[in-house]
């Protein structure tokens, strides 16, 4: 049987945003110099092309035998706007 659990978290965690849109350089590149990209400081526009950088972890409940997910979203990269 497989069971779900939804968990509320009352902190709020702020993702990164990286604005690469405009950046001429080979993508590697960008990841390994992230500490040099500029911060997009809005909300990513819908249609906008982007990059999310996540990990997935499972784990056992103590109090139960079941195993649980969590899924870890550390930043997110602006690559291209829609154009109108």
Same mark, same amino acid.
């Given at each position: 049987m497989i069971y779900f659990y939804l968990l509320t978290f009352y902190?709020?965690?702020v993702v990164p945003i990286y604005d690469a849109h405009n950046l001429d350089v080979y993508f590697p590149d960008i990841i390994s110099s992230l500490k040099n990209v500029p !911060?997009?400081?809005?909300?990513l526009p819908p249609g906008?092309?982007?990059? =999310?950088?996540?990990? =997935?972890?499972?784990?056992? !409940? !103590?109090?139960?035998?079941?195993?649980?997910?969590a899924f870890n979203v550390h930043w997110a990269m602006l690559l291209g706007l829609q154009t109108r």
């Open positions: 902190w709020l965690t !911060r997009f400081s809005e909300e906008s092309c982007a990059v =999310i950088a996540y990990t =997935i972890n499972t784990f056992d !409940r !103590r109090d139960e035998s079941i195993v649980c997910t």
